[in-house]
Nanobody, 116 residues
Framework: QVQLVESGGGLVQPGGSLRLSCAAS????????MSWYRQAPGKERESVASITGTGGITNYADSVKGRFTISRDNARNTVYLQMNSLKPEDTAVYYC?????????WGQGTQVTVSS
């Protein structure tokens, strides 16, 4: 059974940091490109960052470049999103996604709220 379980969300003040984790099971993790998406209230889900199976290539949305870092630990079947210098506009539900040429798997999401 495929599972993606996000954790690490919460309430943080502007300028603060959070580290999200996504633990995967039920598929060959190292063969999947992993991504983080987010969805704010009233907005469409958008891609935040992605990383290839080996971790050699990463991509970021312009809005988070220089502030967020995606990484993965294939031995632990886990992908991370380090978020620094958080802004109120980063408030959203954050989802992780695993994909290969055939399948897309989604987690249930974790809420991140940036507010003073």
């Amino acid at each position: 059974q495929v599972q993606l379980v996000e954790s690490g969300g919460g309430l943080v003040q502007p300028g603060g940091s959070l580290r999200l984790s996504c633990a995967a099971s039920g598929f060959t993790f190292s063969s999947y490109r992993m991504s983080w998406y987010r969805q704010a209230p009233g907005k469409e889900r958008e891609s935040v960052a992605s990383i290839t199976g080996t971790g050699g290539i990463t991509n970021y949305a312009d809005s988070v470049k220089g502030r967020f870092t995606i990484s993965r630990d294939n031995a632990r079947n886990t992908v991370y999103l380090q978020m620094n210098s958080l802004k109120p506009e980063d408030t959203a539900v954050y989802y992780c996604k695993g994909q290969n040429y055939i399948y897309n798997y989604w987690g249930q999401g974790t809420q991140v709220t940036v507010s003073s």
